[in-house]
């Protein structure tokens, strides 16, 4: 059975001392829940002193973003030797958001996850289409470009390895999420490209998460879809409620 995995991406949330009080909320209220990986990924300015509250807790540490060098003239980046101070063994890689506002290509992704790779990090690449790709037909052209070109010379071993997010854009942050059919067919085309990349056991393997405007009320059914193994939350992370609930939709589907 493949690995069930529930990231929170906080994104440019929280003052440092409401970081540290969910981050303590969070860890009681997955307590006890062990077959389902939760990771929190909090703004960089809070991750030494988040990273602190969760150690020795069953929640893991990640990252929004890591430069592909590990010091130089980089401005405003961070880089992976930092990341590793701060005890951060995930981070997110190529979110809709950096590729839309930061003009993120898909070689910069790609730049960005073997470095990652590389100092031990594990990355959650995001993929996804937007509204005008998906109703123009285009939705699968785009993803199998996205996955190619971000995968591109990255060797995958499945279980422990790189972690994909499908998130279609046109549902981040706007209340309007895949159905389950939806979600599953997505999941189903990325498998299989991924056998056709690298094989059948590795794609097996690999963990698939859905992102796009995942809440308490539509977990349970996105989670029981044979080939969706988690997720990438975005505001429903902010609520120890609503993630907690996500959480416990992951584990009674695993």
Same mark, same amino acid.
């Given at each position: ?30 307590? /006890? ?7 929190? #990924? ?19 540490? /990640? ?8 010091? /130089? ?14 005890? #951060? ?36 690449? #995001? ?14 052209? &785009? ?23 499908? =998130?279609? &854009? ?33 794609? =097996? ?15 349970? =059914?996105?989670?029981? #879809? ?29």
């Amino acid at each position: 059975m493949r690995e069930r995995i529930i990231a929170g991406n906080w994104k440019m949330n929280t003052t440092l001392q409401e970081g540290v009080e969910l981050a303590h909320s969070i860890i009681q209220a997955v307590k /006890g829940i062990d077959d389902v990986t939760v990771v929190i #990924c909090p703004p960089a300015t809070h991750l030494s002193a988040v990273g602190e509250v969760i150690k020795g807790s069953s929640v893991g540490l /990640g990252a929004q973003n890591v430069h592909w060098e590990e010091k /130089g003239a980089f401005t405003g980046e961070i880089s992976p030797l930092m990341l590793e101070e701060f005890g #951060c063994r995930w981070v997110i890689i190529g979110h809709s958001e950096r590729r839309f506002w930061f003009g993120e290509t898909d070689k910069i992704v790609n730049h960005r996850l073997r470095r990652a790779l590389k100092s031990g990090i594990r990355p959650i690449v #995001c993929i996804g289409e937007t509204l005008e790709e998906m109703e123009s037909g285009r939705a699968y052209t &785009v993803i199998e470009a996205q996955l190619k070109g971000s995968l591109d010379e990255v060797q995958l071993t499945g279980r422990g390895s790189v972690v994909i997010a499908y =998130e279609p &854009v046109w549902a981040i942050g706007t209340g309007r999420n895949a159905t389950p059919g939806e979600a599953q067919e997505a999941h189903s085309f990325i498998r299989k490209m991924l056998t056709m990349m690298y094989d059948k056991e590795t794609a =097996e393997n690999t963990v698939i998460q859905y992102g796009g405007s995942v809440n308490e009320k539509n977990a349970a =059914e996105l989670m029981a #879809c044979e080939d969706v193994d988690g997720g990438l939350i975005g505001g429903a992370s902010l609520s120890v409620d609503k993630f907690s609930t996500i959480v416990r939709a992951a584990s009674s589907t695993s």
